[in-house]
């Protein structure tokens, strides 16, 4: 395992000890992810291997709500997902503790799996769009107040919060801001009628992996009742999904017609998160849109 040490074995003491209710012998441990939010750190022990991951959030619950995200797509879908032990703090630090995934070379099915899996939680529904809670997809909060209409979700649960912080952080102009604004009436004509679907929300390539088995495990979740083609959409934006994926996934539960024209507005939503955690560069992509829809 490469990596450096994590400079803190008082905290990865303490926090092994907190999560399981006793003493483990640490053999290793290394800083395998260090993000804009979080550290991931690999701890082996005498007998198992753990993820930790680190914050200093002033939102103490990002965590508890990542674990109640692994535990709702548990409930929900036959693909693998992260046994999580414990979510506390020490001090100033926030931290989760759940099972080390070890990564192993994908299986001959491993997209028909994957695509079968993600149609599979996506047949969980519920009455609205939105969640008994709200979450966060990375540091940025997430508002899941239930609205039965998915258009009305999205405009005023997903875009424009996220438009509003842009505008008010000083990333794009009044002009802007109010020509983005003036896309929300298309909205109601956009999305074919669907039921809510339990989403992973944050489905990009790099929140899949890949077990010792072969098979896909799903990490890193913002978890909510959506439209089913967010999550395919958003599959889409950075790529890395093979087209058996789709096709399996295509087999069990089709799309309405018309889905890669509604790509792009789907995407307006991980564009701006973009815009909000890494800046301007993701400004672009969000005009286009906004511009073809004008
Ligand atoms: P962040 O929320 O900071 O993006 P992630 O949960 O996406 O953190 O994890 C960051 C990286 O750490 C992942 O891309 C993956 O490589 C690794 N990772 C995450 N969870 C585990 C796990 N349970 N076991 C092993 N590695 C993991």
């Not at 006793?22 to 753990?50: H, P």
């Not at 070379?105 to 994957?114: C, P, Q, T």
């Amino acid at each position: 395992m490469r990596g450096p040490m994590f400079d803190d074995q008082r905290f990865i003491e303490q926090a092994l000890y907190i999560s399981l209710g006793k003493e483990e012998s640490i053999v290793q441990n290394r800083l395998v992810a260090a993000g804009n939010i979080n550290q991931g750190i690999y701890i082996e022990t005498a007998d198992s291997g753990f993820f930790l991951k680190v914050n200093f959030e002033q939102n103490l619950d990002i965590f508890e709500k990542e674990a109640a995200g692994l535990e709702l797509m548990k409930e929900n879908t036959p693909l693998k997902i992260p046994e999580v032990y414990h979510v506390g703090r020490i001090a100033d630090r926030n931290f989760l503790l759940m099972e080390w995934i070890f990564s192993g070379s994908a299986k001959r099915s491993y997209w028909e799996e994957l695509g079968l899996g993600l149609a599979q939680m996506h047949m969980a529904t519920r009455p609205s769009f939105g969640l008994d809670t709200h979450n966060y997809i990375a540091s940025l909060v997430q508002d899941n107040a239930n609205q039965i209409s998915w258009s009305d979700f999205f405009v005023e649960k997903r875009l424009e919060p996220l438009i509003g912080k842009a505008y008010y952080e000083g990333l794009l102009d009044l002009d802007f801001y109010k020509t983005f604004q003036s896309i929300y009436p298309r909205m109601q004509e956009i999305f074919p009628k669907e039921k809510p679907a339990l989403l992973h929300g944050d489905l990009w390539s790099g929140n899949i992996m890949c077990n010792e088995m072969g098979s896909a495990v799903f990490i890193d979740p913002a978890v909510y009742f959506g439209h089913r083609e967010m999550d395919l959409a958003f599959a889409q934006l950075f790529g890395g999904f093979d087209d058996r994926f789709y096709r399996a996934y295509q087999e069990v539960f089709p799309l309405e017609p018309g889905f890669d024209l509604r790509v792009p507005v789907y995407n307006l939503y991980p564009l701006l998160v973009h815009l909000l955690l890494f800046g301007k560069s993701y400004l672009s992509g969000i005009r286009k849109t906004v511009n073809s829809l004008l």
